[in-house]
């Protein structure tokens, strides 16, 4: 392999090193600016845009043992990777290409598993990591306010038949 192939796989390698996913996503017709404006975007939650080669991609996925993503090698592609909420990395993508159309989804990499298109925007309409906190907080507090509940019950009940005896008389 070239020694400037060797560099950009390896330059690929890096950026793919930063987190558990990777979307390829086709940047064909985006303008500078709208790829400036994507980038503070995905910045926002710690993700990064990427325009890559294709050969380049293929090799260092490879060389990581990533699923064989040649499927999505095809055009002009780009990598989002990077931060830790990869439902809120999606969701940012999927708004931009809905306020722009460019920057299509092609697929992409979630651990070592392959995701079609159709999984990602699954992916992006998930709750994101603060909500998902919120619910599970939730459903850990429920079974202590019930067994509250349940337990200061018998007091309850005694001190209204206490109130009761008392308004009697």
Do not use: W
């Amino acid at each position: 392999m070239r020694t400037e192939k060797k560099y950009l796989a390896t330059e690929v390698d890096s950026h793919l090193e930063k987190s558990d996913f990777c979307i390829i996503a086709d940047y064909h017709g985006i303008k500078v600016d709208e790829t400036a404006e994507l980038r503070s975007k995905l910045a926002e939650c710690g993700a990064e845009f990427h325009v890559v080669k294709n050969s380049a991609l293929d090799v260092a996925s490879k060389a990581r043992g990533m699923p064989d993503m040649s499927a999505f090698l095809s055009g002009p592609t780009a990598i989002v990777v990077g931060g830790a909420d990869a439902s809120g990395t999606a969701k940012k993508l999927k708004k931009f290409h809905k306020e722009t159309e460019k920057v299509g989804i092609k697929g992409g990499v979630f651990g070592d598993r392959l995701l079609s298109a159709e999984e990602i925007a699954r992916l992006a309409e998930l709750p994101d990591m603060d909500t998902l906190r919120a619910q599970l907080l939730s459903l850990l507090n429920s079974p202590a306010s019930g067994l509250l509940s349940v337990l200061s019950g018998p007091a309850r009940s005694f001190v209204n038949v206490l109130q009761a005896k008392t308004n009697e008389s």
